[in-house]
């Protein structure tokens, strides 16, 4: 596959040389404060170790402090604002998230995450908008740069992995206990209360999308991608492993699909096979000459498996009866106020994210947010289809926007993940590149 944002441009083919353009077109550069943002972006997206009021992000911060700027810019150069084809279903969750906050039994609780829904709509709009500015070169570099922090954080995963003084030293900063018997590495995925493994995992299988559009050399890719889900195994994150394999499949079908070249999918499954038998060798030799690694990894992986899954049931059985017992199917118990309703008196939410808008938000935010997520795949397949029948299979890298969502919904079936910063940012990435069909080939 050698489709991919390049930093030289190469022809484009005739039907695609003269696309229509956007208003505000790809420029050939960025300005230096445009990518000083985006770096910083990128660069702070994994760091959840600073607690802010309202449960802010470092990065939320970093963010704000230029939406003003920049829209200021939008406004005066008359550039095109993308995501339009979003804004039916994000007004129907924030209109189902409006009335059902009315009617909570927390109204100020449900306050908290609407304006947090506000916020990441803003940022998406503005990311794509952004993006799709960027010269083939400035892109090219934001893609690297997410690849570059995926991989620096898989590193700091795996280290707290092998060697606990790590994880001790990552949560002392956030100012939290480490004593655990068997703890789960996540990184600086740390909340005021605990790691949080599971979203570290997710932001870890999403840097497979950046990766896949680098476009490294096969080697350097390949070896990326063994590291990349060797980070995502450390976490003992049993759904993301299982999304992970669930979007492989998925991209493995889409380029049968769309490209009739035996040899060429020979060679993609082979290269997957060899990825996994090196992956699956490393960590047997590791594990097998330390008992304890041993121990930890069974401890995290299968030794919960029960636990997590009983758990899972439990918390979605006291979701249906909320619903049933206040009676807001239309309506919904309000954003974040099933913990208040909960009878069990557990401040857990409810990882299903189909299940909490339904409970939370009613049959209006489940339609809003269904409806979101058939346009987001409907747009990944149409990116896919608009570049991935091009001679000697160019633009069949694009398959990685249909099969992380895939994984993503996969994902949603056990956690929510509507709020995770990185999926907005890959949702972004994937506009603009629609936007600018021209400078992605």
Not at 142 to 148: H, K, P, S, Y
Not at 178 to 186: D, G, I, L, Q
Not at 211 to 238: D, E, P, W, Y
Request: a positive charge.
């Amino acid at each position: 596959m050698s489709y991919a944002v390049r930093a030289t441009r190469p022809s484009s083919p005739p039907e695609l040389s003269n696309a229509p353009r956007a208003r505000g077109a790809a420029t050939a550069s960025a300005s230096p404060a445009v990518m000083l943002w985006l770096y910083g972006m990128m660069a702070f997206l994994p760091v959840k170790i600073f607690h802010f009021p309202s449960n802010l992000e470092l990065v939320d911060l970093w963010v704000l402090a230029a939406l003003p700027i920049l829209w200021l810019s939008f406004l005066s150069s008359g550039r095109a604002i993308l995501g339009k084809a979003y804004m039916l279903p994000l007004f129907l969750i924030l209109i189902a998230s409006g009335v059902s906050a009315y009617a909570a039994p927390n109204p100020y609780g449900a306050i908290i995450p609407i304006l947090k829904e506000i916020f990441l709509f803003v940022w998406f709009v503005t990311l794509a908008t952004v993006l799709a500015t960027l010269g083939p070169k400035s892109l090219r570099a934001f893609i690297v740069l997410w690849v570059a922090v995926a991989v620096g954080h898989g590193l700091l995963i795996i280290m707290q992995f092998l060697l606990p003084d790590i994880w001790k030293l990552t949560t002392g900063w956030a100012g939290q206990s480490s004593a655990y018997a068997h703890y789960r590495p996540s990184g600086l995925f740390i909340s005021a209360k605990a790691g949080d493994a599971n979203k570290a995992a997710v932001f870890q299988l999403l840097g497979f999308v950046p990766l896949v559009l680098a476009q490294l050399s096969r080697q350097k890719s390949l070896l990326l991608a063994t590291f990349l889900l060797c980070s995502i195994l450390a976490t003992g994150s049993m759904g993301v492993t299982s999304a992970f394999t669930v979007g492989v499949t998925a991209s493995i079908v889409a380029v049968m699909l769309l490209d009739r070249n035996a040899a060429f999918i020979r060679k993609v499954i082979v290269q997957v096979a060899v990825a996994a038998l090196l992956l699956a060798g490393v960590f047997s030799f590791v594990i097998s000459r330390n008992q304890e690694y041993r121990e930890h990894f069974q401890s995290i992986i299968t030794g919960r498996a029960e636990k997590s899954s009983g758990g899972r049931f439990h918390l979605w059985s006291r979701g249906v009866d909320a619903l049933v017992e206040h009676r807001v199917l239309l309506w919904g118990v309000g954003p974040e106020n099933f913990r208040v309703v909960d009878p069990s008196g557990n401040d857990n939410q409810l990882h299903n994210d189909l299940l909490a808008f339904t409970v939370e938000r009613g049959m209006v935010g489940v339609a809003g947010l269904v409806l979101l997520a058939v346009i987001v795949l409907a747009r990944a397949v149409r990116l896919l289809l608009t570049h991935g029948t091009l001679p000697k299979g160019r633009g069949l890298t694009l398959v990685v926007f249909p099969a992380a969502l895939m994984a993503i919904l996969f994902v949603s079936i056990t956690h929510q993940i509507f709020h995770t910063r990185s999926l907005w940012i890959l949702l972004a990435l994937q506009e603009a590149m629609i936007s600018q069909p021209g400078d992605v080939t």
